[in-house]
């Protein structure tokens, strides 16, 4: 018998044996953790779970912002090339050029991801699956639709692709309406498709809905007037703004240019900027009621006085002020309808120094108007210059100070409300906020009877009447500043006002920059808009006629 | 010494069981998750396709029920027409 051999056998067995087991106990002990590390590294991922993007809603429960689930495939193409025919499928599935995906992917090569097309429908998806190619995967993301389109741009905003707000209520309120993503531990085979989920880190959370103040329909009458108005007289840009008078939010808030938020070309136009709340004018005329509203809080006018313009001119200094035509003696009331400088430098410069300014102030000029809206400009109301009687006077007839097309509605907010300051909002309110009474009633009854006849006859603004219907309002023609002081060929045409005037309702504000048209002033330009906008706005509303009536 | 054997055999047989036991849990809890697995995907699959439709009749109701189509029915189809001068209604 040859034992040996049977030994040397098992010897060698156990050596061989002995050797593995220690190697493993090396390894398990000793080298445990990097290994598990290493392993882990190349199967376990920490995965996304995308959410969806809260709804934007409008006053009345119309949709204003979408998001619908969208996928994006995508291939790793350092484990999966695609052959030549296969892009040509692709291609056409995706409808993009063949040449283009195949430069992409060659591109990408070097890389371990690379999208074939962002945000495809899901039937399209479906067809992309049809064609049975090893290696694409979809990554699910939202895309977002906004169907009010230009209409509501500007308040909205839009997102960019990866679904995070860029500008309007989408970038303001962007935390809410992101939500959550959550996240998981998933387990992924050498491919990279996830084979099972180990566990839940966090637990998605769905985006929540915002419902704005707007009224959609509002929204577009007033878009409509604004953007045929803007085409009509070829003007730079213009804007509206319309608050409601009881709550201070904002019910329809338009600009032109505008924007289309659905595709990314009309995003890059400069029609983004919001222009109602960003730029500012000098308000010219639209502050004279508030300028008189200082003289009838002083004691020293009251709504009968009568103030002697003769002859048309005077000068502060070496500053000319002047009327077009000598207007003679003009009652308080007549200093508003015919919108005459030197009535209201006069008052002005009987006042004390700081009274116009302080009821400008009280009106909500130089302040945010805080409707929540990025990019809020705050004006500028100064109170440097005012033991100058040139300042005073000039910022009596609305010349010196900067004001926003929104700050212009709060400040006519308060005229219609009889004297009580509120906050614009762009967020449906539930509650009434709160209100400050910064005027005396009977002092802004008095300015808003005078008011009312700015569009009557013969007043500025005829053209900004609505039948039926009393309203009250200002118009304003400003120039516009240049290098060489102010331009005589550009200028900026308001109309600011509210109706109906028995309980207002609503404010409106027009603001045409730089029309080129024949006519050119507020009354001419801004009032029909004006006009159009409340008539047809009233109705939608449900407002009772407060005018004459006819049967 | 026998009943210590005999101890012995039945801490055995018991471990043996449980470690059975254990064995087809660790196995009938990785089928649990997989097919809940299984049925969350089916579910966000099905969330997807709810919420796909959803905005796509959310947007269908916002195109239909827009204040330009009403303006255009009005006018076109029923004939009619914005009242210019205002009247009171008597009942």
């Given at each position: 018998m040859n034992l040996w051999r049977h030994y040397l056998l098992v010897v060698c067995f156990g050596v061989c044996a002995a050797g593995l087991i220690g190697r493993v106990a090396y390894l398990g002990v000793t080298e445990h953790d990097f290994l598990k590390e290493q392993g882990e590294a190349r199967s376990v991922r920490v995965a996304t779970i995308p959410v969806h993007r809260g709804v934007i809603y409008d006053r009345h429960g119309e949709p204003l912002a979408v998001s619908t689930p969208s996928l994006s495939p995508w291939v790793d193409p350092s484990l999966t090339v695609l052959t030549r025919p296969q892009i040509a499928l692709v291609a056409g599935v995706l409808d993009i050029a063949a040449q283009h995906l195949a430069d992409r992917l060659e591109n990408a090569s070097g890389r371990q991801f690379a999208y074939l097309k962002r945000l495809i429908k899901p039937e399209v998806a479906d067809a992309l699956r049809a064609?049975?190619?090893?290696?694409i995967r979809f990554q699910r993301e939202y895309q977002r639709f906004y169907p009010a389109g230009e209409i509501a741009a500007h308040v909205v905003g839009m997102t960019d692709i990866d679904d995070s707000g860029q500008e309007g209520v989408e970038l303001a309120m962007d935390a809410a309406l992101r939500g959550r993503k959550g996240t998981k531990r998933v387990l992924r085979d050498r491919r990279g498709r996830t084979v099972r989920d180990l566990a839940y880190l966090s637990v998605p959370e769905f985006g929540h809905d915002v419902t704005l103040s707007l009224d959609l329909r509002l929204q577009f009458l007033a878009y409509r007037e604004l953007k045929s108005a803007v085409e009509h007289n070829r003007a730079e840009s213009g804007s509206l703004v319309m608050l409601d008078v009881d709550t201070g939010e904002v019910l329809a808030l338009v600009n032109q240019p505008s924007f289309n938020p659905n595709t990314f070309d009309g995003r890059q136009a400069s029609g983004v900027r919001n222009r109602a709340i960003t730029d500012t004018y000098e308000p010219g005329s639209t502050v004279k009621p508030l300028a008189m509203l200082a003289a009838l809080e002083s004691g020293r006018f009251s709504e009968n006085s009568v103030i002697d313009t003769s002859p048309g001119y005077f000068m502060i200094g070496h500053k000319l002020i002047e009327d077009p035509i000598n207007r003679g003696r003009l009652s308080m009331a007549e200093i508003l309808i015919k919108s005459s400088q030197v009535g209201v430098a006069k008052v002005a410069l009987t006042l004390g120094a700081r009274d116009v300014f302080d009821v400008y102030a009280r009106a909500g000029l130089g302040d945010a108007p805080g409707t929540g809206l990025p990019g809020e400009s705050l004006g500028k109301l100064t109170d440097?210059?005012?033991?100058?009687p040139i300042a005073r006077a000039a910022l009596a007839y609305g010349y010196g100070l900067m004001v926003s097309p929104m700050q212009l509605a709060l400040s006519y907010l308060t005229l219609a409300t009889g004297g009580v300051h509120r906050s614009a909002t762009v967020f449906r309110q539930t509650a009434v906020g709160p209100a400050v009474r910064v005027f005396e009633e009977r002092h802004v009854r008095s300015i808003v009877t005078m008011m009312e006849g700015v569009v009557g006859a013969g007043g500025t603004a005829p053209k900004a009447g609505v039948r039926g219907y009393r309203v009250a309002g200002k118009t304003g023609t400003v120039r516009k500043v240049s290098a060489h002081g102010y331009d005589d060929e550009r200028h900026v045409a308001f109309f600011a006002g509210f109706a109906p005037v028995g309980t207002p309702k609503i404010v409106v504000v027009v603001v045409l920059n730089e029309p080129r048209g024949d006519a050119g002033g507020g009354g001419e330009v801004a009032a029909p808009v004006f006009s159009r906008v409340v008539a047809r706005a009233l109705r939608v509303l449900g407002i009772a006629p407060d005018g004459r009536e006819t049967v | 010494m026998k009943i210590r054997r005999s101890a012995w055999t039945l801490a055995g047989v018991v471990v043996f069981a449980a470690l059975v036991a254990s064995g087809v849990e660790v196995a009938q809890t990785s089928q649990q998750m997989r097919a809940l697995f299984s049925r969350l995907s089916v579910n966000q699959a099905k969330q997807d396709a709810l919420l796909h439709e959803h905005s796509r009749l959310l947007l269908e109701r916002g195109a239909l029920s827009a204040y330009q189509n009403v303006d255009r029915i009005a006018e076109d189809v029923l004939a009619m027409q914005f009242p210019d001068e205002v009247e009171r209604i008597i009942r």
């Open positions: 064609l049975h190619i090893d290696g440097v210059d005012l033991d100058k | -």
